[in-house]
């Protein structure tokens, strides 16, 4: 028992350090987001989407490259919307991957 507990411990705690590293690497800029985005796989339902809003124009390699529209780990096209009843949340926009699925592009906060 102690050592399954031992496990699950060390699992939670690998899996916390790689997903804030990997936030690192999948920031996107939005013109008017407030703050740098970052692409989760958290999916978000078609009737939860208001409107299309515009689309990644450049993947960069760096942070320092980033401006509006542009993202280190969306390609270049991907389209962006805006998600319905937005003001009342933090998750403003989603992401459409090429399964034809959406997903939430969350706050990141430094």
Request: some cysteine; charged content about 30%; overall charge negative.
């Amino acid at each position: 028992m102690k050592s399954t507990k031992l496990f699950l411990l060390i699992f939670m705690f690998v899996v916390l350090i790689l997903s804030a590293c990997n936030k690192d690497n999948n920031i996107t800029q939005i013109p008017n987001a407030g703050f740098l985005l970052y692409a989760t796989d958290a999916p978000v339902e078609d009737k939860d989407i208001e409107k299309y809003v515009g689309e990644i124009e450049e993947k960069v390699s760096s942070k320092d490259e980033l401006k509006d529209w542009y993202s280190m780990y969306l390609e270049k096209g991907t389209e962006i919307y805006l998600i319905k009843n937005s003001e009342d949340s933090d998750i403003k926009y989603a992401y459409k991957k090429n399964d034809g699925n959406c997903y939430s592009l969350n706050p990141r906060v430094n």
